[in-house]
């Protein structure tokens, strides 16, 4: 496990064995617990909202989506980098589910996002147990209801894919009413397909990647001015 720093934001980067070992620990405990995909552009979100930054903070568990974060933080060990490219820890988390026979309940913001995540997670494994799944579009009463069918249901896990906002008013309103071991959160507009990448995919990536470097010289330049004008106001 290492502390990082990338923009403003604070996180903790765990090896993928690490990471299991709370997957583990998480599965026996007994309460809610949290893990969240966080992209660069989650990054760069939350260095300029407080709320988001803030709801990072509140999560057990994050795992960086893109190798850039983990470079952008001085982080070059090429076997941990593969570990982030190739998503290895979505394959052995849901290895494990299947493997230990749990129980997953999808909720997504449409049926067509929610139509996309069950398939890319089948993509990783076939016989995952979905054992339900709701599109919030559909909901006619307030949240008690989804988080009532999600407890009748009692999935071991609760796998998500909302805007960032969204997600993060879902948590707050209902994290700790939610009969589940682990609630894993993925990134809006993640691609589960794995592994190969459609052309307009990755020209989105590469625009994120590059406005993200743009991003960190100009975070570092600001740092570094910040530090002579200390100086300066020191020395006077």
């Known amino acids: 496990m290492r502390k990082m720093q990338v923009l403003s934001v604070s996180l903790y980067d765990y090896t993928v064995r690490e990471a299991m070992r709370k997957v583990e620990e998480f599965l026996q405990d007994g309460k809610p617990s949290t893990i969240a995909y966080v992209s660069i552009k989650g990054i760069m979100e939350a260095d300029e909202n407080e709320q988001i930054k803030?709801?990072?903070?509140?999560?057990d568990l994050i795992i960086s989506e893109d190798s850039d974060i983990l470079r952008a933080a001085n982080v070059q060990t090429r076997s941990r980098l593969r570990e982030i490219d190739e998503n290895v820890f979505m394959d052995e988390f849901l290895k494990k589910l299947v493997r230990q026979r749990k129980t997953v309940y999808l909720l997504a913001q449409t049926e067509?996002?929610?139509?996309?995540?069950?398939?890319?997670?089948r993509s990783y494994q076939e016989n995952l147990r979905v054992a339900g799944r709701f599109a919030l579009d559909h909901l006619e009463a307030?949240?008690?209801f989804i988080v009532n069918e999600i407890n009748m249901v009692q999935p071991c896990v609760l796998i998500s894919i909302l805007p960032s906002m969204r997600r993060i008013e879902f948590y707050d309103?209902?994290?700790m009413k939610l009969n589940t071991n682990i609630w894993l959160m993925l990134k809006d507009g993640m691609d589960l397909q794995n592994k190969k990448k459609g052309l307009l995919r990755k020209l989105s990536d590469n625009l994120w990647r590059s406005i993200f470097k743009k991003r960190l010289l100009q975070y570092r330049n600001e740092k570094e001015k910040g530090g002579e004008e200390d100086d300066s106001q020191t020395d006077q």
């Open 54 to 59: 803030e709801f990072y903070n509140k999560l």
């Open 112 to 121: 067509a996002e929610l139509t996309l995540l069950e398939t890319g997670l």
């Open 142 to 144: 307030d949240e008690d």
């Open 173 to 175: 309103a209902n994290h």
